[in-house]
């Protein structure tokens, strides 16, 4: 079945600095990918995703890579603000599949 | 308004007791999921239910039973609770594929 590793698992920048946490995948099936923010005590929500037909997307400050050759996606914050220190995660569905595989999270955390 | 519900948002029990926790989309999915998240985050997904048709069990103790009255309504009935069983259980509703919207989260504390 799908495995997804993610890393780093925790990752502390300065606010201002940009942010990159990277995802691989095992199938070479997979053809979506999103990524979810969860902040303290809340529930995870979906910041921005991809299909395995695009390379790049972006909205605002946050922007997302793939690159299915290697089989790894990327999520990349510019203009950290404190307010975007949560824990992220990444996922994959296999086409056909009815299940989400998650990574294991990132916890990011932005020092004022 | 909300989207997906659920309830409790916490339930604190002892061990051996049985427990439900409810959970609601008013999204019009397909599709409905309950996950787990231990105390290190991680999301784990314990079962997916299409149209009140169970489609993804894993590897989950027979202790813990869903159960679909509509594709709306996705429940789960915990018997005999552990220690271990201590987490967030989470509901999340959407269609394969696309986002899925999770619901506020149940804490369940064993003693």
């Known amino acids: 079945g799908e495995n997804v590793e993610q890393h780093p698992s925790t990752l502390s920048v300065q606010e201002g600095d940009s942010a990159v946490i990277k995802c691989t995948y095992s199938?070479?099936?997979?053809?979506?990918f999103p990524w979810y923010k969860q902040e303290l005590g809340k529930r995870p929500q979906l910041i921005i995703d991809?299909?395995?037909?695009?390379g790049e997307k972006k909205d605002q400050r946050i922007a997302v890579t793939l690159n299915k050759t290697a089989k790894h996606f990327s999520l990349h914050i510019t203009e950290t603000q404190p307010e975007d220190s949560a824990v992220y995660f990444c996922?994959?569905?296999?086409?056909?599949?009815?299940?989400?595989?998650f990574g294991q999270g990132t916890r990011l955390t932005i020092n004022p | 308004d909300t989207a997906v519900s659920q309830t409790p948002k916490y339930l604190v029990t002892q061990m051996g007791n049985d427990k439900s926790i409810k959970c609601e989309q008013n999204?019009?999915?397909?599709?409905m999921y309950w996950y787990k998240q231990d105390s290190k985050k991680f999301l784990k997904i314990m079962f997916s239910?299409?149209?009140?048709?169970?489609?993804i069990n894993e590897t989950v103790p027979n202790r813990f039973s869903p159960k679909s009255p509509d594709k709306a309504h996705l429940n789960l009935h915990i018997n005999s609770l552990e220690l271990g069983d201590s987490a967030v259980y989470f509901c999340?509703?959407?269609?394969?594929?696309?986002?899925?919207?999770f619901g506020p989260g149940t804490r369940l504390t064993v003693t």
């Open positions: 999340a509703s959407g269609n394969p594929g696309y986002e899925q919207y």
């Open positions: 199938d070479s099936a997979s053809n979506y």
């Open positions: 991809i299909r395995s037909n695009v």
């Open positions: 996922a994959s569905i296999i086409q056909g599949a009815q299940k989400l595989v």
């Open positions: 999204l019009g999915h397909d599709t």
């Open positions: 239910y299409n149209n009140k048709e169970l489609i």
